[in-house]
């Protein structure tokens, strides 16, 4: 749902933001609702202000986000291991500790 340029200049001018913050709220698809709701009242002294929150926000996005590059890179087939290989890897590791999910295993053992 887009919201009218009156709720985002209301958000703006009541959470004391400038036109990156509005920007970075949009891009987090933030709604001008949310952020007047987050605004802290004098009996909530844990909550930080809306612009600090924002930021918090994407600082948390952006780490998440490199860690999954990492693992993805970790994965890659440039590094000798392919998905297929760390799963299969995976699986023999937890066979061998007797951890095994699988129904077949199961079975074999004589449990079901």
Do not use: F
């Amino acid at each position: 749902m887009a919201y009218s340029e009156a709720l985002w200049a209301e958000a703006k001018k009541r959470c004391r933001l400038n036109n990156e913050d509005i920007a970075l709220a949009k891009r987090l698809g933030l709604n001008p609702k949310s952020l007047i709701k987050n605004i802290p009242s004098k009996s909530e002294p844990w909550k930080s202000p809306v612009k600090i929150w924002l930021h918090e926000i994407d600082e948390k996005r952006r780490i998440k986000s490199e860690r999954r590059r990492a693992r993805k890179a970790a994965l890659s087939p440039a590094s000798g291991t392919t998905k297929q290989e760390s799963a299969q890897s995976i699986r023999t590791d937890a066979r061998n500790c007797g951890l095994s999910g699988s129904s077949q295993d199961n079975r074999s053992s004589g449990r079901l």
